[in-house]
């Protein structure tokens, strides 16, 4: 069970490098937009986080509820504004995706 943990923990990292990784190649160009590998990404980044959580809870470790909560809050947000921005093509939405999920990065690392 421990070896899955870690698993959903590196393809968590991927769906966080690929949303962030696209994100700032992106900013590159002139016209950003919001693509399907950002929407595919988030999905990415929910279901390995419910993993990470059923994965904690199976081995009786200690899990942060109102951490998990916001994560969960804002990595749902996440996937809502690209899957909006990716059907209106939208700037808001590209740089709402960006700024989302630098927060649940935030909340990741920096709470404890």
Known sequence: METLRYVLLVFHLFGFAAI???LFYQLRG???VTGGYMVSSA???LVT???????????????PHAKMG???ALDVLVAVVALVGMRNKQAWA????????????V????WK
């Open 20 to 22: 962030m990784g696209g």
């Open 30 to 32: 002139k016209d950003p």
């Open 43 to 45: 999905v990415v980044q």
């Open 49 to 63: 986080g419910a993993g990470l959580i059923w994965t904690r809870a199976t081995l009786d470790l200690p899990i």
């Open 70 to 72: 916001v994560k969960l």
């Open 94 to 105: 590209f740089y709402g995706v960006g700024v989302l999920t630098a927060a649940a990065t």
């Open 107 to 110: 909340v990741a690392v920096a």
